[in-house]
């Protein structure tokens, strides 16, 4: 029986993106895609902050729950080099945009 597209096409994606832990490779494909969509949708948010100090501390608060939620995804799914390079990006963002919140939003 054929396997139908979509199973397929996780089933490639896992293979290139080192997707590899016990915990079904179809999940954490799945979880990977969804993660990596939430990262640029939230640095296209990131982009579209207009400056309005209230409103770019509610973006950076929620850029820094996205890279946290991103990161778990990340640290569970992924392995070896893309893993520590993927980590590091989003970890680096946090604590950026965490410093910057601490910085320029207390009371906001």
Known sequence: MPM????AFLA???GLTGVAHA??????ARDVLVAQSMQRQALEQ???ADGDGAKNCRVWRRHVETM???ASVYGR???GSDRVERLAQVQSSDREFSAA???HCKGL
């Not at 915990?23 to 954490?28: N, P, R, S, V, Y």
């Open 4 to 7: 139908p597209r979509t199973f």
């Open 12 to 14: 490639l994606l896992a």
């Open 23 to 28: 915990q079904g490779e179809t999940t954490c």
């Open 46 to 48: 990131l982009e579209q």
């Open 68 to 70: 946290r939620r991103v």
């Open 77 to 79: 799914c992924l392995s």
């Open 101 to 103: 919140i601490k910085a």
